[in-house]
């Protein structure tokens, strides 16, 4: 592993936030809020494996106001991540630089966001109504 | 600079494993897309979350296999992204240990995975 004689990046108060800017960094917010959300995935996993009463006790935790709201957030964080990360692969390619196809692919981004995150949170929902 | 550091990083003496690590963090994102969208769909379309209904759908082996598949590329995609966060925001004597940390997190989080799919897929079998 190398080491960190060199500079961090990016100094963020340097910068004046654009709409581009604020996409960026939300690539690496939501990646990290997934990144997080995988101790969930652990957590359900485990107590899955543990038998009914752990489970239950899990569901109970799951149930909660705030777990409630980190699911939802993680939900939202998916979408993102995956169009966000599209637009990665199509910049890799070499394709949409220029700066006025930046901001229309983060449009598209947002857009695509929205309209997954709503459609795909009406069955998340379901489960919520279900659990105690 | 101390023999316990390793060389600085620069331009002209790139990380050799920088473009491993490129390649992964691609490599991990595609495999990313069909995995998550095939987890998600099936997340959403349990008939329920009650213990039986979660326990009887990892029970079935090629679910079981795609679970584990899911979250390891998941895991991986994840730590990749995350040590790259560690390398921009963590600096000096804390980076070493702050990214050795995050990647046994990782490591741990993959094995409790997988032991909590195989209890499940091998246990109920």
């Not at chain 1, 009463?53 to 993102?80: D, E, N």
């Not at chain 2, 595609?30 to 998600?40: E, K, N, T, V």
Request: net charge positive; with cysteine.
């Amino acid at each position: 592993m190398s080491s960190h004689d060199r500079p961090l990046s990016p100094h963020l108060q340097v910068y004046r936030l654009a709409f581009t800017t604020v996409l960026s960094g939300l690539h690496r917010i939501s990646g990290l809020a997934l990144s997080a959300a995988s101790l969930l995935l652990v957590g359900w996993l485990v107590a899955a494996a543990s038998g009914p009463q752990a489970y239950a006790t899990a569901i109970r935790w799951f149930s909660s106001v705030p777990a409630r709201l980190v699911l939802v957030a993680a939900l939202g964080a998916f979408w993102y991540h995956l169009f966000n990360g599209l637009r990665h692969m199509a910049w890799d390619a070499g394709l949409g630089f220029e700066k006025s196809a930046t901001r229309r692919s983060g449009l598209v981004v947002v857009g695509m966001t929205v309209l997954a995150s709503i459609l795909t949170l009406a069955p998340a929902w379901r489960f919520f109504w279900a659990w105690p | 600079m101390s023999d316990r550091v390793a060389p600085v990083t620069t331009a002209a003496t790139p990380d050799p494993h920088a473009k491993s690590h490129w390649r992964n963090q691609r490599a991990s994102a595609i495999a990313m897309l069909p995995l998550g969208f095939w987890f998600l769909y099936m997340l959403l379309n349990l008939p329920a979350l009650d213990h039986a209904t979660v326990i009887a759908w990892i029970a079935d082996p090629l679910q079981a296999l795609l679970l584990l598949l899911f979250a390891f590329c998941a895991l991986w995609h994840s730590a990749l992204g995350v040590q790259v966060v560690v390398e921009d925001y963590v600096g000096g004597r804390l980076y070493a240990p702050t990214a050795r940390l995050l990647k046994l997190a990782h490591w741990a989080a993959g094995i409790a995975i997988a032991w909590a799919i195989w209890v499940i897929a091998v246990g109920s079998a």
